[in-house]
């Protein structure tokens, strides 16, 4: 698989990878892995964690690897699993053979905690959870010793192997590491190592009642894959001790470390899973792929390609400070990477009929388009014109203002690639007053130039013939949530948008894009740039996804660019 190029640009991580190799640390080399918890599908803030991840294993030619970080049973699932390997593979990366799964290493995890409690250093505390969490004091109170905090060895090693053998219910008892209850980092209390829970693992059925939580689990999965830089987001700032802590008493050479950075959060939207599932389940949208949601299969659906989700991740760069960057950022990216390579096609969305009155009955003109304005090597296209076609119903105006320059009473508009046509009358509904149809008169000399009075004809409005016009169904997406944070609501999901989704099912496309495959792009003239849906597109009948507008209607882009790179 082909690998894209990583962002050269330097940053607080770079700076120490570059000195642990001259220090020589982990013999020089660089490994590093993306982690996630097969409990949901990946979003754009992992997408920012995949391609910092697999980027430095790029940059260093060092290996980057994919862990599926399964120790927590509840909410796992290999269809999780698969989305994730999917789309990481779209976003353009290779782990090659190195994919493992952190509950492959349920048994090699049990005897490190063996081994801990035989240093002495891990008890098994009876304590319930509720006693746990009296004991463990509060950020200005130290914690007080678990009574249990003393058991011999023996007694320990014995009552952990019959939590493991299932003789306890769930809660019964904890293994703890054994560290300092007036620790004043709270992580430092002598955490929780394991927990009883009677859960089906999705790989591992019932063969565990027993499941390491993530801070014995993670520190050790990436020792066991010799990782050297443990990349995190800077929630786990507080336990990093405790990762140390782990790893100094059970690995004796080639220590991983941990590095965090600030994770993504984007304006309008939300990134948590918790909510994120929330919305699936309760059905707020449709499903994970829905292309109003931040994961990366349904960012993909909407049309983003993976080129525009890593200049994305690399223009936001890393930092060590939690920011809101702007989602107008993220649409900026994709409209860049759309205008080089999208074909150009017209689909009039909300069609109005025009019958040009002074062009002959029967006849078809074939014109000759440009596919892209600045690429000659993506062909031109044949784009039929006749008597009968369609315009956008609001690029007529009965009363307008003054600088509207597109059709209205008296004046005149040049049709896109074609001629000027000058408005003659409209005909209405006589019940609702509603205006059916437009009739214009064509300058037949404009097709190639101007008027032969040389007057000026500034607007130009997009058009399909309506005898060779096909009916396309356009979905419209707005942002889902109506606030530019929404994930410090406690209450997000009043702040749903209610209008994120217009399906529009008569739009009338040329013919050129009747044929659009799933995932195929175009620019629509003068409306945005749009995808042919992956899973509603069938062979002849395409249903188009609009991506983003051509332009920013909501932020102006370049004080934000500014801002945020
Ligand atoms: P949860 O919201 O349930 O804590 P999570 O988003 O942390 O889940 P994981 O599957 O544990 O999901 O994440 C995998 C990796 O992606 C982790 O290393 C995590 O730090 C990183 N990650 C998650 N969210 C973001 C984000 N918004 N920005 C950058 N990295 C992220
Ligand atoms: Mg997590």
Same mark, same amino acid.
């Given at each position: 698989m082909a690998q894209p190029a990583s962002p050269a640009s330097g940053d607080f991580i770079r700076d120490i990878i570059d000195n642990d190799l001259r220090a020589g640390r982990s013999e020089g080399r660089v490994a590093t892995r993306f982690p996630p918890e097969p409990n949901g599908y990946i979003h754009i803030g992992h997408a920012k964690s995949v391609c910092l991840n697999f980027g430095l294993a790029l940059q260093y030619s060092g290996t980057c690897n994919l862990r599926m970080d399964d120790t927590d049973p509840v909410g796992e699932s290999m269809e999780y699993v698969e989305s994730i390997i999917k789309d990481i593979r779209w976003l353009g990366f290779d782990w090659q053979d190195r994919l493992f799964y952190a509950s492959d290493y349920f048994e090699k995890l049990y005897q490190f905690a063996v081994e801990l409690i035989k240093k002495g250093d891990a008890y098994v505390c009876s304590l319930n959870a509720d006693e746990i969490r009296e004991y463990r004091g509060t950020f200005t109170q130290p914690g007080k010793d678990s009574p249990y905090r003393n058991r011999l060895v023996e007694e320990n090693l014995d009552l952990f192997a019959r939590m493991r053998a299932g003789e306890f219910p769930d809660g019964a008892h904890t293994l703890r590491a054994k560290i300092d209850m007036a620790a004043p980092n709270i992580v430092m209390r002598d955490p929780i190592l394991y927990r009883i829970k009677r859960e089906p693992h999705y790989r591992t059925d019932n063969k565990w009642v027993i499941y390491p939580m993530y801070d014995f689990a993670h520190c050790l999965s990436d020792a066991l894959e010799g990782i050297t830089h443990s990349i995190c987001t800077l929630e786990f700032e507080n336990n990093r001790p405790l990762y140390d802590w782990l790893v100094e008493r059970l690995i004796e050479k080639n220590r991983p470390r941990q590095i965090e950075f600030a994770r993504l959060n984007l304006s309008y939207t939300v990134l948590s899973k918790r909510r994120l599932i929330e919305l699936v389940q309760k059905k707020y949208v449709k499903g994970w792929d829905d292309p109003r949601m931040p994961t990366v299969s349904g960012m993909r659906r909407r049309g983003y390609t993976p080129e525009a989700i890593r200049q994305f991740c690399a223009a936001i760069g890393v930092a060590k400070n939690d920011n809101l960057i702007d989602v107008a950022l993220l649409e900026h990216c994709a409209r860049e990477d759309l205008n080089e390579r999208a074909p150009r096609a017209m689909c009039v969305l909300r069609p109005l009929k025009v019958i040009i009155d002074n062009y002959p009955e029967g006849k078809t003109q074939q014109l000759n388009c440009a596919n892209h304005p600045k690429r000659p090597e993506m062909g031109t296209r044949q784009v039929p014109f006749s008597r009968e076609i369609y315009i956008e119903r609001e690029d007529f105006m009965e009363d307008p203002p003054k600088k509207y320059n597109r059709l209205a009473p008296g004046r005149e508009a040049r049709l896109r690639n074609s001629y000027v046509i000058k408005f003659e009358k409209m005909v209405k509904d006589e019940k609702s007053g509603e205006i059916i149809e437009l009739h214009c008169s064509y300058a037949p000399e404009t097709l190639d130039g101007p008027p032969a009075d040389g007057r000026k004809v500034p607007g130009v409005i997009h058009w399909v013939s309506a005898g060779h016009a096909v009916p396309v169904e356009v979905r419209l997406y707005d942002r @889902? %949530?109506?606030? /530019?944070?929404?994930?410090?609501?406690?209450?997000? @999901?009043? %702040? @749903?948008?209610?209008? /994120?989704l217009e399906i529009l099912q008569n739009c009338m496309a040329e013919k050129s894009i009747a044929d659009a495959r799933p995932l195929q792009s175009y620019q629509f003239e003068r409306q945005g740039y749009f995808c042919a849906d992956e899973k509603d597109t069938k062979p002849g009948k395409p249903v188009f996804n609009r991506i983003v507008q051509l332009r920013d209607f909501w932020t102006k882009i370049s004080e934000k660019i500014s801002k945020n790179i």
């Open positions: @889902l %949530f109506t606030v /530019s944070d929404p994930g410090a609501e406690e209450e997000f @999901l009043k %702040f @749903l948008n209610p209008s /994120s």
